[in-house]
C-alpha cells in the first residue's frame, strides 16, 4: 500500500512541472487573446463625412483637431467635434441615444490638442474655460502631458481637470444658461464687427434678428485727392453742396435651414439731408426719407474647421427704394433732387462676394470681398455705377463677453452711365452723372458685447466707428468725415 502511495507521489512530482508549465501557456495565451480583443475594441474608429454630433448635430469629420469618440462594447461608436459635447454624452447617454447607457461604453477617446494623437481620454489631462475657443465655442482642452497642459494654461489660462472631475456643474461654467449645446453653437467665439454684413453662417435651424442705425457725415467738397473750397465749386456751378448727412436703420433677419446654408433678408429705411449754397449766397436744405432697395441673400459654406471658415455671399437687391425723390428748392416747389439724395438704384443688382474668418485663442481675424453689379438701365434712363469693396480685419477678446475689432475697409465705384432727363448737370456738381465715382479707404474701431447667460441670452450689442484716411474722387463732390454703426442682434 505504501509502495502504490510512493509510486503516485513520484508520479506526481515527475509531471507537475510539465502540467504546471502547460496551465500557465494556457492561461497566458487567454490573457493574451483577451488584451487583443480590448485593444482591438479601443481603435479609433473612422468619422466619416456625413456623420453628425449626436448632441450638437454637426459635422465632427470638418474638425479634425477637435475630434473626440465613444466607442461601444458592440463595436459601435458616436462621434463628436469636442470634449465639451463628448462629455454632455457620457454624463447622461441616454437624453441623446435612448438605446444607449454608460454600461455600455467600452471607451473614450480623444486627441493631444498638440500632436493630434489618438490618447485615453480617461488619462487625459483636460483644462476647462481657457480662451480656447473651438466649433462650439469655450472647450475642454485635452493633453496627454501635464507639462503640455500647463504651458498651454500659461498663454491661454483655464485650470486642470482629470476626466473623472469633469460633471455637469463644470459644463456649466462653459454654458451658464442651461443650455450649453446651443448657446455656444450660436456665437462661435468672436464674431466680424457689426459694419460687416453677411459675415458669419449660423448652425441649421438658427435665427437671428438684427437692427442697425448707420450715419455717414459729410462735409467739404473734394477732387481728387485735395479738398475744394465752396467758392471754387461755385466757380463751375450755380449751387453748391455744404454737407450731408445719411441715417439708415437696417433691419435684418436670418435663418439657416442647414449647417452650410443660411438665408438673410435687410431692409434699410434711409433719411438723407443736405445743406446747400447759391452764388448768390443763399442757404437751403433738402431731404429724401422712406425704405430703400431690399436685399436677400444666401451665404453658402465651403470651408469650416473650426479656426478657419470660408463662404459665398450671394444677394440679389430688389429696386424698392424710390428714385424720383422731390423737395423745394430756389429753383421752385417739388424739384427732382440729384443721384445721391434718392434712396435705391432703380435697378436688380447682383451682390457676389466671399469671406473668411478665423480664430486662434483670444485673437480673431477675417476678410471679405463685395461686388455690386448693376443689371440694365432704370426707368429715369441711367446705371449707377458698379462697385467694389474689400474689407479686413482683427479682433481681441475682453473676457468672455467683449470682444474689440480693428477694421480697414476700401471701396470704389463708379460713375453714372446714362443721366436723369430732369437733372441739369450744369446746375449743381450732385446732378452731374460724370462726377459720382470715387475710392475710399475707412479705419474704424469697434466693441461688442454678447450675452451668454440669463435672460437676455442670445443678445449681441456692438458699435464700430471710423474715419477715411484716404479719398479719391471724380469731383468735385462731397467728402466723409467720419461714419458710426451701432448694432444690436438676437439669435436662437
Not at 81 to 96: E, Y
Request: hydrophobic share 40%; with cysteine; aromatic share 10%.
Amino acid at each position: 500500500m505504501r509502495n502504490n502511495r510512493n509510486k503516485w507521489k513520484t508520479f506526481f512530482l515527475q509531471r507537475a512541472p510539465g502540467f504546471l508549465f502547460v496551465c500557465i501557456i494556457v492561461f497566458a495565451s487567454s490573457v493574451d487573446c483577451r488584451a487583443q480583443i480590448d485593444q482591438v475594441a479601443v481603435q479609433p474608429q473612422l468619422i466619416l463625412s456625413d456623420q453628425t454630433c449626436p448632441v450638437c448635430g454637426m459635422y465632427p469629420a470638418r474638425y479634425p483637431k477637435w475630434h473626440t469618440q465613444i466607442i461601444f462594447h458592440d463595436g459601435q461608436s458616436v462621434a463628436f467635434d469636442g470634449s465639451k459635447d463628448m462629455f454632455r454624452f457620457f454624463l447622461n447617454p441616454s437624453a441623446f441615444a435612448p438605446q444607449r447607457t454608460r454600461e455600455d461604453i467600452a471607451a473614450v477617446l480623444v486627441r493631444d490638442f498638440n500632436s493630434g494623437t489618438w490618447i485615453d481620454g480617461q488619462q487625459a489631462y483636460f483644462i476647462v474655460a481657457s480662451n480656447e475657443f473651438g466649433p462650439m465655442g469655450m472647450e475642454i482642452i485635452p493633453f496627454a502631458d501635464r507639462k503640455d497642459a500647463q504651458s498651454f494654461i500659461d498663454v491661454h489660462g483655464g485650470q486642470f481637470a482629470r476626466f473623472m472631475e469633469i460633471n455637469g456643474q463644470t459644463l456649466e461654467t462653459l454654458a451658464p444658461d442651461g443650455d450649453g449645446h446651443h448657446t455656444e453653437h450660436l456665437h462661435h467665439g468672436a464674431h466680424e464687427p457689426i459694419g460687416v454684413m453677411g459675415g458669419h453662417i449660423h448652425g441649421a435651424s438658427e435665427w437671428m434678428v438684427s437692427y442697425r442705425f448707420m450715419r455717414m457725415d459729410m462735409d467739404g467738397n473734394r477732387k481728387g485727392t485735395s479738398r475744394v473750397s465752396t467758392s471754387d465749386v461755385l466757380t463751375d456751378f450755380m449751387v453748391a453742396p455744404l454737407n450731408m448727412t445719411m441715417d439708415m436703420h437696417m433691419f435684418g433677419l436670418m435663418y439657416a435651414p442647414t449647417n452650410t446654408l443660411t438665408l438673410m433678408a435687410m431692409v434699410p429705411y434711409l433719411d438723407i439731408e443736405m445743406d446747400h449754397v447759391t452764388r448768390m449766397g443763399n442757404k437751403f436744405t433738402t431731404e429724401s426719407d422712406g425704405i430703400g432697395d431690399i436685399k436677400v441673400s444666401a451665404l453658402y459654406s465651403l470651408l469650416d474647421t473650426g479656426n478657419h471658415k470660408v463662404h459665398l455671399n450671394a444677394a440679389i437687391s430688389l429696386p424698392t427704394g424710390d428714385i424720383d425723390q422731390e423737395d423745394d428748392t430756389p429753383a421752385g416747389p417739388n424739384q427732382k433732387l440729384p443721384y445721391p439724395m434718392q434712396l435705391g438704384s432703380g435697378t436688380w443688382d447682383l451682390l457676389p462676394g466671399i469671406t473668411y474668418s478665423g480664430q486662434d485663442g483670444a485673437w480673431s481675424w477675417g476678410s471679405q470681398a463685395l461686388a455690386t453689379i448693376r443689371l440694365g438701365e432704370n426707368s429715369n434712363d441711367y446705371t449707377l455705377g458698379n462697385r467694389l469693396n474689400l474689407t479686413g480685419w482683427v479682433g481681441h477678446q475682453l473676457g468672455r463677453p467683449a470682444n474689440m475689432t480693428l477694421r480697414l475697409d476700401g471701396q470704389t465705384w463708379g460713375n453714372i452711365d446714362g443721366a436723369d432727363p430732369d437733372l441739369n448737370p450744369m446746375m449743381v456738381p450732385t446732378a452731374d452723372p460724370d462726377r459720382r465715382g470715387g475710392t475710399r479707404l475707412d479705419l474704424l474701431a469697434g466693441v461688442d458685447y454678447m450675452r451668454h447667460s440669463g435672460a437676455l441670452t442670445g443678445n449681441r450689442l456692438a458699435i464700430e466707428g471710423g474715419v477715411p484716411i484716404y479719398q479719391d474722387l471724380d469731383g468735385p463732390q462731397l467728402e466723409t468725415d467720419w461714419l458710426l454703426t451701432v448694432g444690436w442682434q438676437f439669435m436662437w
